[in-house]
């Protein structure tokens, strides 16, 4: 079946480390891909989103994803968490084909320790 | 504050109730979207909207019905739920239908049934 996957349920992190959160997807075709973020008691917002061209993409709040083909990923990092980055995050996928129906991944928790 | 406002945003109502929740967007969008967020669920895709006409209905249960009056507001009508239904009612916008354009999310309705 079609789908996206985020295999980290929670990840934690110190304030001022590394993140890196997976987000894996089984199409056929390279689909749309995006990450959204979602602060407690808030929707979701967009951090970054790839369609072509260059595979490693910028996004708000100084995130970064990069695509790779060959694993089919779109990994999500920052080089240094803030303490305000503890949230949920969402890979979302637009199918190759078709108009836009995003599958969204179960999400990652992001907890981080001061 | 993205643009997208939901109404109310928290809603208790027992079983035999009648409610609607309310979705207004002011960015000149022409798609709109119900999603239901679930605890440990991934985001469900209930209805899709595109110039105020329904275009995608994922199987869900007919105690839910929405409507779409004009291309900026959309409602979820409610009636005889299930504590089941209890979950993070989000609304969304687009520019369109095209795989390239974003979601816009509004901070949801957090409804609550007994």
């Known amino acids: 079946a079609q789908s996206v996957t985020q295999p980290d349920i929670h990840i934690t992190v110190s304030e001022g480390a590394s993140l890196e959160l997976r987000c894996n997807y089984s199409y056929g075709a390279t689909p749309y891909l995006f990450w959204y973020v979602q602060s407690p008691g808030q929707g979701l917002q967009l951090l970054l989103k790839?369609?072509?061209?260059?595979?490693l993409v910028q996004g708000i709040k100084g995130f970064e994803a990069e695509f790779k083909r060959s694993q089919s990923s779109f990994n999500l990092r920052k080089p240094s968490v803030h303490w305000s980055d503890a949230a949920e995050y969402f890979c979302a996928v637009v199918p190759p084909g078709g108009s836009y129906i995003p599958t969204f991944g179960r999400g990652t928790s992001l907890i981080v320790h001061p | 504050e993205t643009g997208v406002t939901q109404t109310p945003r928290h809603l208790v109502m027992g079983m035999t109730n009648k409610k609607s929740l309310k979705c207004e967007q002011h960015?000149?969008?022409?798609?709109m979207y119900w999603y239901k967020q679930s605890a440990k669920k991934p985001l469900e895709l209930m209805f899709v909207y595109s110039l105020e006409e329904r275009v995608e209905n994922n199987s869900v249960p007919s105690r839910f019905s929405p409507e779409c009056p004009n291309s900026s507001h959309l409602f979820l009508h409610l009636h005889t739920l299930q504590p089941e239904d209890s979950a993070l009612y989000l609304c969304a916008s687009s520019q369109d239908r095209s795989r390239s354009t974003e979601a816009f999310f509004g901070q949801g309705t957090r409804l609550t049934v007994v």
């Open positions: 960015l000149g969008h022409n798609a």
């Open positions: 790839y369609f072509s061209g260059d595979t």
